[in-house]
């Protein structure tokens, strides 16, 4: 207990304090971290599902498209004050996966897949509605995030605490599931779902809140990223980059722990940017598809579990 | 207790249970016996509502329980052990029994629960923290009897237990239903192992292709008969 709060102290600490203080005035190394704490957050709220609930999901980009939507359109045709202009980016993409139940009735690829074609449907409605979201051409001037303390409105150090915040949020709503009694009820659900309804789950109602929780981290995520880049359009908001970046995090990171996808996000999105990007300007992307194999080949856990082997080895 | 009348269900175009009745008295033993395909599995799946029955009806102490969902089923006190046992393998014994007392008015009594299951089968207290997956066979079952009694059924129904065991431990597993049933517990047996369920029993039914058979006793039945009835086919 009191190494996990002394963990937590340094994480904090490190979070609000040191990255701020140490990187604050590089603004393109702060705009990488604040996407790659986007991508994390993506990645939590699909790990929350793929993980906790077994459901491998390739449609969050639904979500986080449409939470961007509906975020930047109240934001600017209602004067919605950006924090509840999220709040309802969050609930809107929470509506999405209601839509979104049936597909719950499918198991493992089945399940991606219909959640994949599902997730086409709400790209298609942004590029046509064109009266509403201005098809193809996009948002733009969508209003910026709030200042926080003496940090301007929009300016690189705010956005990133409000972003770690948010992401800080979702590491403790997924430790409070994954440690209650659904955790344990949704762990027991990958190996046989008829065994948990034996046991008196309703495995219906479970993975349909997990799946309503997911979309609302994603849409958030994505009403904050909206604001953040001050432009949307539909092929970006909707785009597959927010269905494979996040698995491939996840994954990287050590997709069975809380921390992982998180780990994951912006390990492999940082070192992506500021190492391979330099070496390989073009398709640079090759090198992450490359150490995902490597990955899973030596590590199926993931990264962290990786590290914790080491360290467990060499104090014994 | 549980009154079954004319059930019928099946799997999407099959039907497997034809007009099915049968009744369980409180605190009796009651053995289904039959060969493979005669639909004892699917009566215990239909009665715990993991599968609808298309016809017919289940009451549970006078209150028609067809249609309703398992989980709504197990808080009213009715619990299955399930056949190949359905163990959640990569979670640790004990969490399993945790699982156990899912329904909400039932974790209160978890602790309280878990000790009992443990002086009941003292082999899954040396194991509480390994994974079930590593148990053997027999230990598997006996970890699948225990979960079923997590949640203090008044009802407890239970799917070949003697399925790929050693005779030894099967003699093991029928001493605890004879333990069980010592308590008071209402049980349904399904069973492949004559001898040993009819041994245990207060009443027999005999199904056969979907079908009540034939039904007793279990003092009346001469295994003898019963065998010949259930090569008759």
């Known amino acids: 207990m009191k190494v996990m709060l002394l963990r937590w102290a340094v994480v904090v600490l490190l979070a609000y304090f040191f990255v701020p203080w140490l990187f604050g005035a590089n603004a393109y190394l702060m705009s990488l971290i604040v996407a790659s704490l986007v991508i994390g957050g993506v990645a939590l709220a699909w790990a929350l599902l793929g993980n906790l609930g077994g459901m491998i999901s390739f449609g969050h980009s639904a979500f986080f498209g449409v939470g961007a939507y509906v975020s930047a359109l109240l934001a600017i045709n209602a004067d919605f004050p950006i924090w509840l202009a999220m709040v309802c980016g969050g609930i809107g993409a929470l509506l999405v996966s209601v839509l979104m139940l049936p597909t719950l009735r499918l198991k493992g690829p089945y399940f991606a897949i219909a959640i994949l074609a599902y997730a086409q449907i709400f790209r298609i409605i942004a590029t046509e509605w064109r009266s509403l979201t201005n098809g193809v051409a996009g948002l733009s001037s969508i209003p910026s995030l709030p200042a926080v303390l003496w940090w301007e409105s929009g300016s690189k150090i705010s956005s990133y605490l409000i972003v770690v915040t948010l992401v800080f949020a979702f590491i403790l709503v997924y430790r409070w599931v994954a440690n209650s009694h659904y955790g344990l009820a949704l762990r027991a659900m990958h190996e046989s779902e008829d065994a948990t309804r034996v046991v008196g789950v309703n495995s219906t109602l ?44 996840a994954i990287f990171g050590g997709y069975r722990t809380i921390w992982g996808p998180l780990v994951g996000a912006v390990v492999v999105y940082l070192v992506d940017q500021l190492l391979f990007k330099n070496i390989f300007p073009s398709g640079h992307q090759i090198i992450l598809g490359i150490i995902l194999v490597v990955m899973i080949l030596f590590s199926p856990g993931g990264l962290l579990p990786l590290l914790t082997v080491r360290t467990r080895k060499r104090t014994c | 207790m549980l009154e079954i009348r004319n059930l019928e269900a099946g799997y999407g175009p099959i039907n497997v249970l034809w007009d099915v009745s049968l009744s369980i008295a409180e605190g009796r033993v009651t053995t289904i016996i039959g060969p493979n395909g005669a639909g004892k599995t699917t009566l215990l799946r239909a009665i715990v509502g993991l599968l609808q029955p298309r016809k017919g009806e289940i009451l549970f102490r006078d209150r028609p329980i067809h249609g309703m969902a398992p989980w709504h089923l197990l808080e009213a006190g009715i619990a299955m052990i399930p056949e190949g046992r359905m163990i959640f393998r990569d979670m640790t014994v004990e969490d399993n029994l945790i699982l156990g007392a899912f329904p909400k008015a039932r974790r209160a009594g978890v602790a309280r629960n878990l000790e009992r299951a443990y002086t009941l089968f003292p082999r899954l207290r040396e194991r509480r923290r390994q994974l079930a997956g590593t148990l053997s066979g027999g230990e598997g079952q006996m970890l699948a009897m225990a979960r079923g009694l997590m949640s203090e059924p008044q009802l407890l129904l239970i799917d070949e237990p003697s399925l790929g065991l050693a005779p030894v431990i099967v003699n093991e597993l029928f001493e605890i239903i004879a333990d069980l049933k010592a308590e008071g517990r209402t049980i349904v047996l399904v069973e492949q192992n004559t001898h040993k369920a009819v041994g245990v029993a207060d009443e027999v039914y005999l199904m056969l292709s979907g079908k009540v058979a034939w039904s007793a006793p279990a003092r009346d039945v001469d295994l003898a008969v019963l065998h010949d009835l259930y090569f008759s086919r």
């Open chain 1, 206 to 249: 479970l993975k349909a809140a997990m799946l309503l929780l997911s979309a609302c981290m994603t849409g958030m995520i994505g009403a904050f990223n909206a604001h953040y880049i001050n432009f949307l359009e539909p092929d970006y908001a909707f785009g597959g980059v927010w269905i494979v970046i996040p698995i491939v995090a």
